[in-house]
């Protein structure tokens, strides 16, 4: 039976995709190691691979050490430059914003004390921000593929409504209100399910993970075949409200026990004059106090990650802004988890830090414009 043209399409943008996606995956290859790798021929390869230099989504990037006697093969690489997505993460008191390239590569970033509200002035200053960054780093803005918003919040509706922030003062249209400003599209992302994409976006192969963000407020996202799972009510992985302790201390939200109050990095900050770094800092140097409040911090810590692996049995991902002090005392916070696991089946080897340490949401808020991208290519 003769092939539509509607199926000839499918087959050439299926293959056009695969090409790409193992150039994305190898680093760097070869017009032979495609052919090679995808059984295709090499003239159907040359032939995409000519599309693809056209558009300037790849590049020559050099020689491929030959294990032969022989000329090297041109290496081919992702042009990382090709297309930039830019991430805003909106917290209690800080505004912070990332351009991404399609590596998932930082290119640059902002970061500001600033009390964000639902006011004109305020989403004009933000957005000020970003043209500026823009503009310093002199991209034309047809490369730009969008704006993703990271909010400490419950979001909604795909993405279009903040249906529970207490942190942040967002309105319930906040993505409606955001884009009257902007002339780039923009969506809005709860900043723990961002965060667990940035881990989706540099891995590609995620069976099952937990990305539990510990920030201001804790947030987590359930991560399933390389898919973020929201929730019947888009509030899973909602582990920072998870009673830690029955009738302890109060939480943001009202109630008492909540993990949150005992697992927020703010609370090893304000033994330091609200200075996470200046905590750390301190605690190196063995500082008494400081180590005091971290033993009992790990503690609690450890529980509420030896419940999460008991009900999920995966791999947790630590991220936010405790994530960039992780690898230090990660062996120390295993052993405590250890210790609580009835079946210490592996020595809580399931536990490490974000592969990107306390950027996560707004890079992982950017990463969705660019994984859209490259699905389309």
């Not at 150039?23 to 021929?41: D, H, P």
């Not at 939480?251 to 005992?262: I, R």
């Amino acid at each position: 039976m003769a092939m539509t043209a509607q199926g000839r399409v499918s087959v050439t943008q299926m293959n056009r995709k695969r090409i790409f996606n193992l150039i994305f995956n190898k680093k760097k290859t070869s017009r032979q190691g495609i052919a090679y790798s995808l059984g295709l021929s090499l003239p159907t390869v040359n032939q995409h691979l000519d599309y693809l230099f056209k558009a300037k989504l790849i590049r020559e990037d050099g020689y491929l050490e030959s294990q032969t006697v022989g000329r090297k093969a041109v290496a081919i690489s992702i042009n990382p430059e090709a297309r930039i997505a830019l991430g805003i993460d909106i917290t209690q008191n800080h505004i912070s914003i990332v351009a991404v390239d399609m590596c998932g590569q930082v290119r640059a970033t902002y970061h500001e004390r600033y009390k964000f509200a639902d006011q004109d002035a305020c989403y004009r200053h933000l957005i000020g921000q970003v043209n500026q960054l823009i503009e310093e780093n002199g991209w034309p803005r047809e490369i730009i593929l969008g704006i993703g918003v990271s909010l400490p919040a419950i979001i909604t509706n795909n993405g279009t409504i903040v249906e529970y922030g207490l942190l942040v003062d967002s309105p319930e249209d906040f993505l409606n209100v955001f884009a009257k400003y902007c002339d780039l599209p923009c969506r809005l992302y709860n900043d723990a399910n961002a965060g667990g994409f940035s881990e989706i976006y540099s891995h590609r192969n995620i069976k099952r993970m937990i990305y539990l963000s510990l920030c201001h407020s804790i947030g987590g996202a359930i991560i399933e075949d390389n898919q973020i799972v929201p929730g019947d009510n888009w509030i899973g992985g909602e582990f920072g409200h998870m009673t830690l302790v029955p009738n302890g201390l109060m939480c943001h939200c009202g109630k008492h026990g909540c993990a949150n109050a005992y697992c927020s990095p703010d609370i090893l900050a304000a033994h330091a004059g609200d200075d996470l770094q200046a905590f750390f800092r301190r605690l190196r140097e063995k500082d008494p106090e400081c180590e005091r409040v971290f033993d009992a911090y790990l503690e609690y810590l450890a529980v509420l990650i030896h419940n999460i692996h008991t009900c999920f049995d995966c791999e947790v991902v630590i991220g936010g802004s405790l994530s960039q002090y992780a690898d230090r005392y990660i062996d120390r916070l295993r052993k405590i988890v250890n210790d609580k696991d009835n079946f210490k089946k592996d020595s809580a080897n399931y536990l490490r830090a974000s592969f990107y340490p306390n950027n996560a949401s707004f890079i992982g808020a950017a990463l969705f414009f660019m994984e859209e991208f490259i699905q389309s290519i």
